[in-house]
């Protein structure tokens, strides 16, 4: 999975890609059916900004358990994550966060960091 909104720049995409930010929260969704992932992905993401936290992890699986095989909960983030305003870029983890079953989320800042970095920096 590789998504990202229109301008991020190239280097903080590529670090996100390389799982070089630091994780500062993860979701497990191992085992929750598909409506239960997506009210606590939703749920998680809303925490996430409320609480500063920019950078984590979401493990969703590989879909080895499935009898199909598929990995159904991998395909409904690919979706629900763009939809979510706050969610700027995501990326599948290096295969030591998971690799193909868990996928890295770059968070925007919320309002109280906007603000600290317009003080600090002397922007408008």
Known sequence: ??????????????KLRLGQYPIEARLD????????AR???FRFINDCVHYGLRSVIILHGKGERNPDGVAQLK?????WLPELEQVLAFHSAR???GGTGA????????????????????GR
Do not use: C
Not at 2 to 7: A, I, Y
Not at 29 to 36: A, G, K
Not at 103 to 122: A, C, F, L, S, T
């Open 95 to 97: 295969q030591h966060h």
């Open 39 to 41: 009210r606590e992905v």
């Open 29 to 36: 969704l191992h085992r929750m059916t598909v409506e239960e």
């Open 1 to 14: 999975l590789s998504w990202q909104r229109p301008g991020i720049q190239h280097g903080v995409f590529r």
């Open 75 to 79: 395909s409904y983030l690919a979706k």
């Open 103 to 122: 996928v890295y989320v770059m968070i925007r800042k919320n309002d109280r960091d906007k603000q600290h970095n317009r003080e600090i920096h002397g």
